[in-house]
């Protein structure tokens, strides 16, 4: 029998990565930050899985475009520019992760939620990867999906990817999900105050007032879509911690309770 293997999931927002015209922060720094932690957690043997957005930025900072076209009018450019953005991320990536060989894979709710077959495939991939010391790279397939096999969000997929692999035979435990974002304190009682963070979350239902009830967020990978997915992880038994992805160090930071937001596993029952 092949040994489990625990995984960290480590979901990183478009926001912490580019600037707000959709070029790369010189000199680069959230990649090569983010990509030490990742070394580190690999060195350790926590065997990471980087769900990572950014790839239509990284399409418009490859062909030069600063305005993102519009959703409704143009998604087949939208659609182009992940095509292009994709090899752009995983190029970036590659350069600031050592210690492990990367390999890139895109998903839709297709694969990880209508069919079976193609979920157990999926997941025999990542496994086989991480079994090879490999680092799984992972983000929503932009350049196919559509309104019916969409997330919409890469915090969505992040937290269904975690909760199939918590669900797997193949796999250990998944020991946490930690989505890096661009918000300054996490979810926070003033969201323009980051002094104000919330630290600790046990019952989801009892914070969801501090977040804005727009639907749009959800496909905007605002906090209406990070609560939910740290709704869906905790339900199945995964602490999820939300912090600034531009602090250095924020991953560890993060889990240690030092910034962000720590939503807490919900206790599972133990069925023999």
């Known amino acids: 029998m ?14 912490v990565l580019w600037g707000e015209n959709g070029q790369v922060q010189k000199p680069q720094i959230n990649f090569q ?32 475009i600063e305005n993102r076209p519009s959703k409704t009018a ?9 095509c292009i953005g994709w090899l752009h991320l995983l190029s970036i990536w590659d ?31 990542i496994y086989t990867m991480l079994e090879h010391g490999d680092l799984p790279v992972i983000n929503e397939n932009d350049a196919v999906t559509h309104e019916e096999i969409a997330f919409g969000d890469n915090d969505l997929l992040a937290a269904t990817l975690a909760v199939a692999i918590q669900e797997s035979e193949m796999f250990g435990r998944v020991t ?42 959800i496909s905007n990978g605002g906090m209406t879509s990070k609560l939910a997915a740290a709704d869906l992880t905790t339900k199945a038994g995964i602490d999820m911690w939300l912090a600034d992805g531009r602090q250095r160090d924020a991953i560890s930071k993060a889990i240690n309770g ?6 807490v596993a919900k206790p599972q029952d133990n069925v023999e």
């Open 2 to 15: 092949k040994k489990a293997i625990d995984t960290l999931m480590i979901k990183v927002s478009s926001d």
């Open 74 to 82: 143009e998604m087949p450019e939208l659609q182009r520019l992940a």
């Open 33 to 64: 930050t983010i990509g030490e932690q990742i070394t580190s957690l690999a060195i350790k043997k926590d065997n990471p899985i980087l769900v990572t957005s950014g790839g239509i930025r990284a399409g418009m900072s490859r062909v030069g």
């Open 95 to 125: 350069e600031h992760i050592e210690e492990r060989v990367i390999g890139g894979m895109l998903l839709t709710r297709r694969e990880l939620v209508e069919n079976q077959r193609e979920k157990q495939e999926a997941l025999k991939t």
């Open 176 to 217: 946490g999900l930690v989505a890096l974002s661009a918000s300054p304190g996490g979810l926070c009682v003033d969201k323009n105050d980051p002094s104000s963070r919330v630290a600790v979350v046990h019952d989801i239902d009892l914070v969801r007032h501090l977040v804005d009830d727009d639907p749009a967020e």
């Open 258 to 263: 030092e910034i962000g937001t720590h939503f």
